[in-house]
Nanobody
């Protein structure tokens, strides 16, 4: 069993920054990809960014490129999402997710087996 726990959400003004963290525990050896997803009210959960534990390869949703940075700390089993230049369109519940090795890079919710409980991010205009 893998447990994922997010932290770092909150309320921020348009143009502000937040840093989210996800701590992985349990049987983490099988994890290969760690992703961040978000879900706005009334909308489907969507992919934001993904990183590989071993090589730190990253991939981002087009609308967050240049503003968000995903990173990982293997020793601490933590994945972070630094979010800059936030806009109200970035508002939602942000979820950390884990997947084993697969190809191509997983970007769908059904491709991740493990999920955190989510953390709320609210960006005011």
């Amino acid at each position: 069993q893998v447990l994922l726990r997010e932290s770092g959400g909150g309320l921020v003004q348009h143009g502000g920054s937040l840093r989210l963290s996800c701590l992985a525990s349990g049987r983490t050896l099988g994890l290969y990809y760690m992703g961040w997803f978000r879900q706005a009210p009334g909308r489907e959960r969507e992919f934001v960014a993904v990183i590989t534990w071993t090589t730190a390869n990253t991939y981002y949703k087009d609308s967050v490129k240049g503003r968000f940075t995903i990173s990982r700390d293997n020793a601490k089993k933590t994945v972070s999402l630094q979010m800059n230049s936030l806009t109200p369109e970035d508002t939602g519940v942000y979820y950390c997710a884990g997947s084993g090795p697969r190809a191509p890079i997983p970007r769908g919710t059904d491709e991740y087996a493990y999920w955190g409980q989510g953390t709320q991010v609210t960006v005011t205009s």
